[in-house]
């Protein structure tokens, strides 16, 4: 059973241009979760996505970002017109849908993408 | 939203214990979580404590819950090199998680 992939582990962008950072969750996971670590901080929640719905995304800045998580394919965090800000990591995790949590309810993380804004 | 605080360094001789702390402030978590990460890599989860319990062993990893000081410390035995890694405590409030800063520890050899 794979883990929670994602892709690409690094993108570079040049300030203005679109990154897009994609997540795969584990199978039979149904819910999708994108973290936001600064250098030297923590992981900030983003959004809390299931699919073809937004549950919470509190924690998106309000202009140029943008999630989905289609019926199909992987979910994506979109950044446009990337800023020198914007580089941090990207992490996505993803959990069992709530009705079958499991006894800790735990989130499993992915790799992370880099994003380096030049 | 929730806060989480770690101290952002700990150094330590291997074969030492180590002993990150953490407090928080919401008190309706059902859960608290130690995870680990290494350079370059995701999170991974260490342990967990449940709300109701003060302390939780698990191999060399012990987790003690302070509920009253809103104090959570994950204590490492016999502290290896491999251990060297950046810890994150985190709290969960429904489906949100919040983390601390996380700490970074480093292990002499």
């Known amino acids: 059973n794979a883990g929670v992939m994602q892709n690409p582990r690094h993108l570079v962008r040049r300030r203005g241009q679109e990154a897009r950072l994609r997540c795969s969750p584990m199978?039979?996971?149904?819910?999708v979760y994108w973290y936001r670590q600064l250098p030297e901080e923590g992981l900030k929640f983003m959004v809390y996505?299931?699919?073809?719905?937004?549950?919470?995304e509190s924690g998106m800045p309000k202009e140029r970002f943008s999630a989905e998580f289609p019926k199909e394919g992987p979910s994506i965090l979109r950044i446009q017109q990337v800023v020198r800000g914007d580089s941090a990591a990207y992490f996505c995790?993803?959990?069992?849908?709530?009705?079958?949590?499991?006894?800790?309810?735990?989130?499993?993380f992915g790799p992370g993408t880099r994003l380096t804004v030049t | 939203g929730e806060d989480v605080e770690q101290s952002l360094f700990l150094s330590v001789r291997e074969g030492d214990s180590s002993v990150i702390n953490c407090t928080y402030t919401?008190?309706?978590?059902?859960?608290l979580y130690w995870y680990k990460q290494e350079p370059g890599a995701g999170l991974q989860l260490l342990t967990y404590?449940?709300?109701?319990?003060d302390m939780k062993q698990d191999q060399r990893l012990t987790v003690l819950l302070n509920k009253k000081d809103k104090h959570l410390s994950l204590r490492i035995a016999d502290t290896q090199t491999g251990d060297s890694a950046i810890y994150f405590c985190?709290?969960?409030?429904?489906?949100?998680?919040?983390f601390g800063s996380g700490t970074k520890l480093n292990v002499k050899p």
């Open positions: 995790a993803s959990s069992p849908p709530p009705e079958n949590p499991g006894p800790v309810y735990e989130q499993y």
């Open positions: 919401d008190s309706s978590s059902t859960y």
């Open positions: 985190a709290e969960r409030d429904f489906n949100k998680f919040y």
């Open positions: 404590i449940f709300s109701n319990m």
């Open positions: 996505l299931q699919k073809e719905n937004i549950i919470d």
């Open positions: 199978k039979g996971h149904s819910h």
